[in-house]
């Protein structure tokens, strides 16, 4: 009986592990993709842009930052803060996806059969894409970013505007990036993001903010309005004058004292300074994005990344690249 019960027990426990999980363990190494690439290099040193006071001028010296992520929101319309993610595994079915931007879209990930390893769960239950709505809920509106990682193949796939339409899977882009290479989007080609950037290497999560390491990876911020794209960016998505490109990197100032916050917020801050933020779409000016979980607690994050102000920032060099690394050639799925 005994045997029998353990039999039970590693079987599910092997369900489990195969099951799709949101906000599931990430495969080691962390952070994600390689050491040199451009979302983990370390800009510490990196020299500032000559323009970056006009800048920053132009996004607002006085705007105070906002994250956006958090929790559950009680908004029936929009039930969740911030972006989950999925984590499967390489047994995980690949169904197709139809797009609208299909020639800037990967149908297949590198070295996999074409479609995207999205759970059936995510058509009608909610809380797997962003906003929280199911997939087939005809209320659902906004970017609707689904992120997954196949854990097992290292790959990572990201789609934007996604909606199950009842017979199919429908979104705008979608993209698929191996998390060993520094393979970057063919030029002009979007991702799931408008400056054509892997999303989630750049959200702020959870387990590493109250984790016992420090933050070594930059963050995903948006601005109002963009004017063209450098390196890292592969993709524009406005030529507003004045305003800064998509994958111009931020860096809050050496100078900033961070003795005044909470160590969780501390440590977040200070990768904001060793590691900056890439302005990868157009939002709301000084948007910092992060994961779902119901463990954020927005009562101590919204003062505090409030009280910093444009003014605590700077831009470095537009299309500056890490010595040595994370200059890749374009690749073509």
Do not use: C
Request: proline fraction near 9%; charge should be negative; aromatic fraction near 10%.
């Amino acid at each position: 009986m005994r045997a029998f019960a353990a039999l039970l027990f590693a079987l599910s426990i092997g369900a489990f592990a195969q099951s799709p999980q949101r906000g599931g363990e990430l495969p080691a190494p962390l952070p994600l993709f390689p050491p040199d690439h451009w979302w983990n290099a370390d800009i510490s040193r990196a020299p500032a842009d000559p323009n970056s006071a006009a800048f920053m001028a132009y996004v607002g010296v006085s705007r105070g930052m906002h994250p956006d992520f958090g929790g559950d929101s009680g908004d029936p319309s929009a039930p969740i803060y911030g972006l989950p993610y999925i984590v499967v595994s390489g047994s995980q079915p690949l169904v197709p996806v139809t797009f609208e931007y299909d020639d800037e879209s990967d149908y297949a990930a590198p070295g996999r059969p074409p479609g995207y390893p999205i759970p059936e769960e995510a058509k009608t239950q909610q809380k797997w894409i962003e906003g929280g709505l199911a997939g087939n809920d005809p209320d659902a509106e906004g970017d609707r970013h689904m992120l997954i990682v196949d854990r097992d193949h290292r790959i990572l796939y990201e789609v934007y505007a996604l909606h199950w339409t009842g017979s199919r899977w429908e979104a705008g882009s979608g993209a698929a990036f191996a998390l060993d290479s520094n393979a970057r989007r063919p030029e002009g080609w979007t991702s799931a993001d408008a400056a054509g950037l892997a999303i989630l290497p750049g959200l702020i999560r959870y387990d590493e903010v109250y984790g016992p390491d420090p933050i070594r990876h930059a963050f995903r911020v948006t601005v109002r309005r963009t004017n063209g794209y450098v390196f890292p960016a592969s993709h524009r998505a406005g030529d507003t004058a004045g305003a800064l490109p998509m994958g111009a990197r931020l860096r809050l100032k050496a100078s900033v004292d961070l003795s005044r916050f909470a160590p969780p917020v501390r440590k977040i801050f200070e990768a904001m300074k060793t590691y900056g933020l890439l302005v990868a779409d157009n939002g709301t000016d000084l948007y910092v994005t992060g994961t779902y979980d119901p463990r954020w607690d927005n009562d101590v994050l919204n003062p505090a990344f409030a009280a910093l102000k444009g003014s605590d920032f700077e831009v470095i060099q537009l299309g500056w690249q890490p010595s040595g690394g994370g200059r890749r050639r374009s690749v073509r799925h």
